[in-house]
C-alpha cells in the first residue's frame, strides 16, 4: 500500500511516495507544469495514482 505526498505550488508540484510497505515516504519528483495549469498537474497525479496502485494521498498546502 503506497503513499502519495503532493506539495502544491503554482507551477511545481513536488511529489513523494512511500515504499510498498507504506513506512518510509522518499521524493520521486518535481513535477513542472504551466502557471496555474493544474489540470496537467491532476493528470500526473491519476497517472501515478493508476500505474502504482496508490491507497492514499497527503496534500500539503
Not at 1 to 11: A, E, H, I, N
Not at 15 to 35: H, K, Q, V
Given at each position: ?11 511545481t508540484?513536488g ?21 496555474n ?25
Open positions: 500500500m503506497r503513499y502519495l505526498g503532493l506539495d502544491l505550488g503554482t507551477k508540484l511529489i513523494a511516495m512511500s515504499d510498498p510497505s507504506g513506512i518510509i515516504a522518499s521524493a520521486y519528483e518535481t513535477f513542472m507544469f504551466a502557471e495549469d493544474y489540470e496537467s498537474a491532476a493528470r500526473k497525479v491519476v497517472s501515478l495514482v493508476q500505474e502504482f496502485k496508490i491507497k492514499g494521498i497527503i496534500l500539503g498546502l
